[in-house]
């Protein structure tokens, strides 16, 4: 039986040479490599700049510390993502608002912005979730009209425009990451952008242990880190970055299969719409099941059948650690509950062709049938 996981990264001869030849180099952090990713990837975002961090979550610890965000701020943000980007607000010591979502796209809600701003609020923390923007033209009308900054969680968002500007260039600064399952890796790996370039210089202090911009390691102006990217993963990145435009190419692909194959079965399936003004570039390919139609059970019956299936995202208020810190119960946030417990994510990567696609969508069909009538949780 044909396994389908989640997600695989795709990594060809080119990937290989450059990390071998790098390994051979003899300079396996602080290099070239590194270096020029940056510069890369900055051309590639037409942002001014880039700083290469070792996870996406160590860029946003920097956005927010280079935002001057800390003890006492609130920071607004989606309750649907990745826990990062919420945690990325507690490292600093500031509080993470959460608003409900936009029921069509899963992202921030901007008519539900304005109801959360305080005295306290310094900036939005926009999450472009599943590879698609935010309705940027919104939120930054509504950031200008309160003095707030904006800080792009782009993690999952790389290549996706909005309105025809690239996602990672609304804010003040924004952040890429490069997990295995990213539209394209190094690895582990991140990258800040910003076209300020005091933002720039203090991130990449920071990186670096907090050493002063003349490089030296004798001085440290500022509470730094190590949240260096290596040699290996820039390498990676390098060649990756190059590919990016095929790579996001052939994600659309597999993404339009799977739409045109769900879009028979409405009565069991919702497929991911995308916005209009947004260009997509498919992070991952996440369905709503209808109501009534029981998860838990579907996943464990699609694993029996090899077809590996996984909820996305779970709501981060309701994640223990945010209850027990803020009291936040099941019902805060609606929207973004009800789309925690019927979305699943399914294979999505591009080795994947229209007969895997095909394979994988009548194994759902058949198998969310199934479970269509049982009692629902
Ligand atoms: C992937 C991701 C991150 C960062 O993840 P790392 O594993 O730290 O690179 C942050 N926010 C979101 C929304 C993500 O999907």
Redesign the pocket.
Known sequence: MKQYPLARPSIGPEEIKAVTETLKSGVLSLGPKTTRFEKDFAKKNKTKFAVAVN????G?HLAMRAAGIGAGDEVITSAF??V??ANCIMYVGAKPVFIDIDPVTYNLDPSKIEAAITKKTKAILV?H?FGQSADMGAIVKIAKKHKLKIIE?A??SIGATHQGQLTGTFGESA?F???PN?QMTTG???MIVTSQPQVAAFCRSLANQGRGANMSWLDHQYLGYNYRLDEMSAALGIVQLKRLNSLIKKRRQVAAWYNQLLAKYPELVSYPRTAKGNTHTW?VYVVELAKGLDRDRVIIDLAKRGVASKPYFPSIHLFSFYRETFGYKPGAFPISEAKSKQTLALPFYIDLNKKDVQHIVSTLVMVLKKYGKSSSK
């Not at 996870?55 to 160590?58: C, F, R, V």
């Open positions: 996870s996406g979550t160590s946003l993502s990745f990062a980007s999450v979730i969680d993690c999952e952040v990451a490069f997990y990213k582990e790996g991140g992070f």
